[in-house]
């Protein structure tokens, strides 16, 4: 059968995911808001093989491991149900989204393994439905398959439950620098985490109505060009939803001391004029919302306090890409 390939980038959230009202379907609790970043992406390529006894999988032209190759495979089911495929694939992905940024990799992975099985089995791959295939594999890859602003509508359902681009071409200034506080394994991974502050938060539903109440309020600042307004939701959004982390039972945390300095400086910066905001996901690491005219002057203040720091730069980015053929 024929090879197809696709390429999809990772996104941030600016109104967090933050706990699954049906964990089978990966339906969330929460509409979601997020950029896709043009600078880090996965590319995949998928061919159904009728040779093969199993699926073979390979990341960054390394076998995969078994939780991951098995992750894969599940995913695969999925496609061969909607194609009625008996037949087993390869793949060969390709992450271009260093760890040394900060950002999860697995938005980009499975939105860009949901647009090659879906091409390669000839089955649709409208955005759409490739959104809700991707929310199978991975919550934020339904969000991966847009580029720009795009907002996760939460749903109630299989069908419902998808992702819709609010604005995919940005074409004034607003970026992302992503500050790597530490790249080793979290201790809490991002599942655990959601699922023990879903149920032993006693504020979760009162973090969950805040956030849906947020999304018309940033879908008006996205429209307007508000950098202030989007950074100003996004940061709050952020803080509530690692507030209830350490009220949680048993509570935990992901920011370290070093997070918190990065954060005050943020809001110091502000003090004076500039305006950045931060955001964080389930790890330590921390984002900066800001206007690209003042990369330069953010950098500097983070090198003043952290000499060694890791600064990424990112843009917005563009939605999935599908084409016949290999990588």
Not at 71 to 86: A, T
Not at 108 to 131: H, Q, R
Request: cysteine-free.
């Amino acid at each position: 059968m024929t090879i197809y390939s696709a390429r999809a980038h990772t996104n941030i959230a600016l109104l967090k995911y933050w706990g699954k009202a049906d964990p089978t379907l990966i339906i969330p609790t929460t509409t979601s808001i997020s950029l896709t970043l043009k600078e880090f992406y996965t590319e995949t390529s998928v061919e159904f093989d009728p040779t093969l006894a199993k699926d073979q999988i390979f990341l960054d032209d390394q076998a995969m491991d078994q939780k991951g190759s098995k992750k894969v495979s599940n995913f695969l089911d999925l496609v061969r149900q909607q194609s009625n495929l008996k037949t087993f694939a390869t793949v060969r992905s390709y992450n271009h989204v260093p760890t040394a940024a900060g950002l999860a990799s697995s938005a980009s992975a499975f939105a860009a393994l949901a647009g090659a099985a879906s091409a390669a089995a000839g089955i649709s791959t409208d955005p759409t439905d490739l959104s809700r295939l991707a929310r199978r594999g991975s919550g934020s890859a339904s969000r991966s398959i847009f580029g720009g602003f795009v907002q996760w509508n939460k749903g109630h359902d299989d069908h419902s439950s998808v992702a819709v681009p609010l604005q995919t071409q940005v074409d004034w200034p607003v970026q992302l620098l992503t500050v790597v506080v530490s790249d080793q394994p979290k201790k809490i991974d991002s599942r655990g985490g959601m699922q023990n502050v879903l149920t032993n938060s006693p504020f979760y539903q009162t973090w969950v109505d805040r956030t849906n109440a947020s999304v018309p309020l940033m879908q008006a600042a996205i429209e307007n060009h508000d950098l202030k307004q989007i950074g100003s939701l996004a940061e709050a959004n952020a803080l509530e939803m690692h507030a209830q982390n350490s009220v949680a039972t048993p509570p935990f945390n992901y920011l370290t001391d070093v997070s918190w300095d990065i954060i005050n400086l943020v809001q110091e910066l502000r003090q004076q004029g500039i305006p950045v905001y931060a955001t964080m996901d389930a790890g330590p690491n921390v984002k900066l919302i800001s206007n690209p005219r003042d990369t330069e002057l953010i950098q500097n203040a983070l090198l003043q306090i952290l000499s060694d720091a890791k600064i990424e730069v990112a843009t917005p980015g563009p939605g999935i890409e599908i084409w016949e053929g290999q990588l």
